[in-house]
């Protein structure tokens, strides 16, 4: 007797959901069955969401944000201080520092950082970009805004060697972020009191 299964296009989305990340196999499932049951999952929306921002999102080519143009907004925003260029680790750690309203520069996600237990070198990163963007914008500080665990440590160090010849300014976010933490686990307070209260290296 055979056994009853899901068909191959509800099995093929469960497998599609479990690549996910934070997403199980049986949390997949149920995703799976709620966009197949439900009224309110508007599954044909999704699709099309999901299609469109494939299609029309690319990294900013100066800073790596999220943009759909080649140059993002920010890059592009007159109003913005180019003197001031603030090093993340992802693109995902502009927003917080965008919502605190302490930071009016420019950014610079680096795509990850130094990591060689996860076989991550400085040639894996955006650090020629960087390098490039200081010599070429010339901003007078740089505000290395990396994490504080091991990783985030070496990499300020490599950037901050790499600088110590040319003129610029270079700064690190000090007091308010814990140790062996990153900007997404931080509140807008933490992060604008770690901002304001940056070091020199």
Not at 2 to 31: F, Q, W
Not at 40 to 51: G, K, M
Not at 167 to 196: C, F, N, Y
């Amino acid at each position: 007797m055979k056994r009853a299964e899901y068909p191959p296009t509800i099995k093929a989305l469960i497998g599609e959901l479990k690549r996910m990340p934070g997403v199980g196999p049986r949390s997949a499932e149920r995703i799976a069955l709620w966009m197949i049951q439900s009224r309110d999952a508007h599954s044909l929306e999704l699709a099309r969401a999901i299609t469109e921002v494939t299609k029309t999102i690319q990294p900013c080519s100066k800073c790596g944000f999220f943009s759909i143009s080649p140059v993002c907004e920010v890059c592009e925003d007159p109003e913005r201080d180019s003197t001031a260029l603030c090093v993340v680790e992802q693109p995902t750690d502009i927003l917080p520092l965008e919502r605190t309203g302490a930071f009016r520069g420019k950014y610079h996600a680096l795509g990850g950082r130094i990591s060689p237990l996860d076989h991550v070198g400085p040639e894996d990163l955006r650090i020629d970009a960087l390098i490039e963007r200081v010599r070429t914008e010339k901003p007078s500080e740089i505000i290395l805004a990396l994490g504080a665990d091991v990783e985030g440590e070496a990499t300020s160090n490599y950037i901050a060697a790499l600088l110590r010849q040319t003129p610029v300014l270079i700064s690190r976010l000090a007091q308010g972020l814990p140790a062996g933490g990153g900007l997404e686990h931080a509140d807008e307070l933490t992060i604008s009191r770690a901002l304001s209260g940056r070091t020199r290296l």
